[in-house]
């Protein structure tokens, strides 16, 4: 038991001295050599939630939809204020659609350690697979709303450079919220009360997020939009999406490069600090 612990401490060690590229890299080795293994992990899943439902597989595709309904309907009442630019129920669905991405991204890891366990504590299998593995089903509920949405979208009108700029955006929107969800999976291993506190904050977050309705960009709402990363992601990718241009350039360009800088930071952190968190199950 003293030698595994000092070939555990030794190759935190070395981790420790690899650069944080390096450590990029070798987390990027280790999801593609488990490729498969992710694969599999996400239909068992996906089977095993509906497996014993009268509707089986067609809850996974009724049920990422509710919460857009629930917003629908609440548009449609006129619960909330109206953007000058964009009718509000397409600026809801996007807004929505998009938080529930970024929120998923951010609260997966950490239901994904406490589901899957015993994986980790009975083998090697690298903890960043099993959060892939989980991001799977993130992916497939997105592609279900953006569905739904898309019929909306089309009748109110979209940029046709808007959607082929939009992926290209989601990417260090992505990034953000990944280091988030690898941060709170790590940390949660810990401190099991992170995940609660994680989805309290984010709960009440999404209304000073643009995912909703518009916040004025002056006073409290422009200090509100500044510190928000989430909020700043969401609405350029909506005004890219159909409006055609950037809302506000400069904040997007400044939260991409912390979005970058952020993820490498969290890549070398978990590479150094996955087996220890490990062996703490």
Not at 4 to 23: C, E, I, T
Not at 78 to 106: N, Q
Not at 122 to 143: D, H, K, Q
Not at 199 to 223: H, K, N, Q, T
Request: one cysteine or more; proline letters at 5%; aromatic letters at 12%.
């Amino acid at each position: 038991m003293k030698n595994n612990q000092q070939w555990s401490d030794f190759g935190a060690d070395y981790k420790l001295r690899q650069s944080p590229l390096m450590s990029c890299k070798n987390v990027w080795l280790d999801i593609k050599g488990q490729a498969w293994q992710i694969w599999m992990i996400f239909v068992s899943e996906f089977s095993a939630t509906f497996k014993k439902t009268v509707m089986g597989k067609v809850w996974g595709f009724v049920m990422p939809v509710v919460p857009l309904l629930a917003f629908f309907l609440l548009t449609a009442l006129r619960v909330f204020p109206s953007h000058e630019t964009i009718d509000p129920l397409s600026y809801m669905a996007v807004g929505v659609t998009l938080w529930l991405f970024f929120h998923g991204l951010i609260m997966v890891p950490t239901e994904a350690v406490s589901k899957r366990a015993p994986i980790l504590k009975s083998s090697n299998f690298p903890m960043i697979c099993l959060f892939m593995a989980s991001y799977g089903r993130l992916a497939f509920e997105m592609l279900v709303r953006i569905a739904v949405i898309a019929p909306i979208l089309l009748m109110s009108g979209v940029s046709a450079e808007g959607l082929l700029l939009v992926p290209l955006l989601l990417v260090p929107a992505s990034a953000f919220c990944v280091a988030l969800g690898i941060l709170l999976g790590l940390g949660g291993v810990l401190l099991q009360d992170l995940k609660n506190i994680a989805e309290i904050i984010l709960r009440y977050l999404i209304f000073v997020s643009f995912a909703i309705f518009p916040l004025s960009l002056g006073g409290l709402g422009e200090w509100l939009y500044v510190i928000n990363p989430l909020a700043i992601f969401i609405d350029n990718i909506r005004n890219v999406l159909i409006l055609g241009e950037l809302a506000t350039p400069e904040h997007f360009f400044v939260v991409s490069v912390f979005s970058a800088v952020l993820l490498v930071f969290v890549l070398h952190l978990y590479s150094v600090l996955e087996r220890r968190i490990a062996g703490a199950l």
